[in-house]
């Protein structure tokens, strides 16, 4: 069976020592899952910005929020951009890369693709509500996810560090989404992003298993065409979503869609970086766990929006909510990290 990864290697190997190869591949998959972080922090304070210009739409003499719709089937509908992207890859190298994959490899892959959109259902929800301060850094519990699904289905088995870890990374999401002045825990936040980081993390299996019995091209291509489709699908039969998505495209703000395109286009290649290091990595748990520089990145670009006179941010970070919201970043930090070195 044609494997792109398997090609890949071979080229290298011919101009390259064998330990060279394995070196060079270790390190792009690191480097990969940490821009793949970074990316995606820098996205989920501009998905904040985006919710806040969305946020509510007027009928009559009622005003509902509309934003979460909006911005998931932009998002959704970007996944066609993908499959054109991978098909006209596909034709400019001269080289069939869509006839090396087989009917179920296509369909996993396709179904990884409907899962993509369907996480983002809770996350702009729980992002609309906690902000991304609050809600982005609990996608450190997909390692958690992993963990357990890789144990459940794929015989991955977790050792007592690992169980340690994925304690350690609870308790750091409780303390983020705990609440020093109402006493309690977000949990409406905290259950979205809990929700939103499982069906990542069962997607991400779907692709590294699709990349890697046929090759990363086609299953970026099936992954792309699922998230159109699906998106097609909850237009088609969401009516609340599609008359928010029609409200938007009617209105057409054209600084607002400026700022969503390139939003999605940081957001493919995030994608695309971190699918590739699920790929070129050890296993799928101890790639996301890379993802533990996610929090990291996220309280350091909210500290730079504070610092640039931010309100909504002054309110999150003020006082000694920032120590909270550190503690909190490093205790999930940390697990994630323990996952990755043992």
């Known amino acids: ?115 993509e959109v369907l996480w983002m259902i809770p996350y702009f929800h729980g992002l609309e509500q906690g902000g991304a301060l609050n809600a982005t850094p609990l996608f450190q519990t997909i390692p958690i996810f992993s963990l357990v699904f890789g144990l459940l289905f794929f015989s991955e088995l977790p050792s007592t560090a690992h169980i340690i870890a994925t304690a350690i990374i609870i308790a750091g999401a409780i303390l983020l989404n705990y609440s020093p002045s109402a006493r309690r825990i977000d949990r409406h936040t905290l259950g979205l992003m809990l929700l939103s980081s499982a069906l990542i993390s069962l997607g991400f299996f779907l692709f590294k298993d699709a990349a890697t019995e046929g090759n990363f091209v086609a299953t970026l291509f099936a992954h792309g065409l699922g998230m159109g489709m699906f998106s097609v699908l909850i237009w088609t039969c969401w009516p609340p979503y599609r008359r928010q998505f029609n409200s938007f495209m009617r209105s057409l703000n054209i600084k607002v869609l400026a700022a969503q395109v390139g939003n999605e286009s940081l957001y493919a290649v995030s994608t695309i970086a971190s699918q590739l290091a699920i790929v070129l990595g050890p296993s799928v748990m101890v790639v996301t766990a890379f993802n533990a520089f996610h929090p990291i990145f996220t309280l350091f670009i909210g500290l730079i929006l504070f610092a640039f006179g931010s309100k909504e941010h002054k309110l999150e970070l003020g006082g000694p909510l920032v120590i909270l919201k550190t503690m909190a970043v490093i205790l999930i930090a940390f697990g994630s990290v323990m996952i990755v070195v043992t």
Not at 4 to 25: D, G, K, M
């Open 1 to 115: 069976m044609y494997c792109l990864h398997c090609r890949t290697s071979v080229i290298l190997e011919s101009f390259f020592s064998s330990e060279l190869v394995l070196v060079l591949i270790s390190t792009t998959w690191i480097l990969l899952a940490l821009f793949a972080a970074f990316g995606d922090a820098l996205v989920g304070y501009i998905d904040e910005w985006l919710l806040v210009k969305l946020r509510t739409t007027k009928t009559g003499a009622l005003t509902h929020s509309d934003a979460p719709g909006k911005l998931l089937l932009i998002s959704g509908f970007f996944g066609f951009v993908s499959a054109i992207g991978s098909l006209l890859f596909s034709f400019i190298i001269g080289d069939s890369y869509l006839i090396y994959i087989t009917e179920v490899i296509f369909v996993v892959a396709f179904v990884a693709g409907i899962i």
